[in-house]
């Protein structure tokens, strides 16, 4: 009997579903896979770094940035798909699209005109704050990425350019646990633009 890697299985505690999500819910399983995978390989990489398995902390870096950042990613093309029912315009740039989405979207619906239409068919309006986002250190954050030549999501995928070339040619150190700590922040804000998104859409 020939291999293959894509089974159905017969054990339901041993296998993935997928196909359940429709068009608004597209990226959210994605999101969420990609962010869960990363925490969890951070905390395993953290229990092996305690125990002295360097490499692990060396190694598991690679995913662990690139699950979080195309995290991110999803994130914000998730938003604009629940408000605008499109993709975001920016490719893989985290400033870019965070720029367009903040324009196109953010801005939006904090205008006086888009919550007078909301009010016309929600039954209970609330008004939501957005006092607690701070925009410009979300922006800074995303242009980390741009600052290591990220803006096509390949360099924790490949770390060699399209040249051949090493994207870190010298020695750098990631702390883990600033770095999902930040991350939190980072989906924190994220999250809670989405639920208003959700909400002030949904009748």
């Known amino acids: 009997?020939?291999?293959?890697?894509?089974?159905?299985?017969?054990?339901?505690?041993?296998?993935?579903?997928?196909?359940?999500?429709?068009?608004?819910?597209?990226?959210?399983?994605?999101?969420?896979?990609?962010?869960?995978?990363?925490?969890?390989?951070?905390?395993?990489?953290?229990?092996?770094?305690?125990?002295?398995?360097?490499?692990?902390?060396?190694?598991?870096?690679?995913?662990?940035?690139?699950?979080?950042?195309n995290s991110i990613e999803v994130s914000l093309k998730g938003i604009y798909m629940r408000y605008c029912g499109g993709l975001l315009k920016g490719g893989h740039d985290l400033v870019l699209l965070w720029n367009n989405l903040y324009n196109e979207v953010i801005l939006n619906i904090q205008d006086d005109k888009f919550l007078d239409e909301v009010k016309k068919y929600k039954k209970k309006f609330v008004l939501y704050s957005f006092n607690d986002i701070d925009y410009g250190e979300i922006r800074a954050l995303f242009n980390e990425f741009n600052q290591i030549n990220d803006q096509k999501a390949d360099v924790f995928r490949y770390l060699l350019d399209k040249n051949g070339e090493l994207y870190f040619t010298d020695n750098k150190f990631i702390d883990y646990p600033n770095l999902k700590e930040t991350m939190d922040y980072i989906y924190k804000a994220l999250d809670y633009i989405y639920t208003v998104v959700d909400e002030y859409l949904s009748s």
């Open 1 to 69: 009997m020939q291999r293959k890697l894509f089974i159905e299985g017969k054990n339901q505690r041993t296998r993935a579903y997928f196909g359940w999500q429709d068009k608004d819910t597209a990226f959210y399983g994605v999101k969420m896979g990609y962010k869960n995978a990363a925490d969890k390989l951070v905390d395993d990489a953290i229990e092996s770094g305690l125990t002295g398995a360097i490499s692990t902390l060396d190694t598991f870096i690679f995913p662990i940035c690139f699950l979080y950042r």
